[in-house]
């Protein structure tokens, strides 16, 4: 119970240091979320979504789950991306994963974990789906890593392919979804090249974002 007394304390500080900056800060906050970004990333706990960015909360809508998969029957992450983009009008989706993620790592080495195992099937296609190229990898580390940007890129066309991203880019809204990596060891974003912003760009930008990691 002393651990959770000491996260309420530092809620309390926390609280107590925003108020000093800014007196109406939660009072403005309470009115509305009003952010430009939606963040689809890992669940890793050293991988804190607004903090990296230096972003206040409202400015960044959040959803995150083990390897930051985005699954085209999981109702939970179309939901936020849906409520995201039609109804807070987000105008960038950013997937960001990261290097040395435990879930890719588990996935890549067919470990027997559980109920997860069944979830990182997904990232297992990914790494078939891309054997020749993970093969040329002799180091473990690297060819971990590896796989770690192109399971961005492929969350990226899986974002792009939903019938949220098509029906908002058929009504003409501005919206471009992005795939980023995080360094834990240097605490660095890296841009992965991908960025798509319409139904026409989706083959081009995959490969040109895959050939790159030839």
Not at 69 to 92: I, K, P
Not at 113 to 136: C, P, Y
Request: aromatic share 8%.
């Amino acid at each position: 119970m002393k651990e959770l007394e000491d996260l309420l304390e530092k809620n309390r500080v926390w609280s107590e240091g925003i108020k000093a900056q800014d007196s109406e800060f939660f009072h403005a906050l309470a009115k509305q979320q009003n952010p430009r970004y939606l963040w689809i990333g890992c669940s890793d706990s050293r991988v804190p979504a607004t903090q990296l960015v230096g972003l206040q909360p409202g400015e960044m809508f959040v959803h995150r789950n083990v390897a930051n998969l985005v699954v085209h029957t999981d109702f939970n992450c179309l939901s936020v991306m849906q409520f995201a983009v039609d109804v807070l009008g987000v105008s960038h989706i950013i997937v960001c994963g990261h290097y040395g993620c435990g879930g890719v790592q588990a996935a890549m080495q067919n470990l027997q974990l559980g109920l997860i195992d069944n979830w990182l099937r997904h990232v297992q296609d990914v790494m078939h789906n891309h054997a020749a190229l993970l093969a040329k990898v002799d180091d473990e580390t690297e060819r971990l890593n590896k796989l770690c940007e192109l399971n961005v890129i492929e969350q990226v066309l899986n974002v792009s392919r939903t019938t949220v991203m098509q029906n908002a880019w058929s009504r003409g809204q501005e919206l471009a979804v992005h795939g980023w990596i995080y360094g834990i060891k240097d605490g660095l974003l890296r841009d992965l090249d991908i960025c798509i912003t319409n139904q026409n760009e989706l083959s081009a930008a995959y490969e040109k974002a895959v050939n790159a990691s030839y």
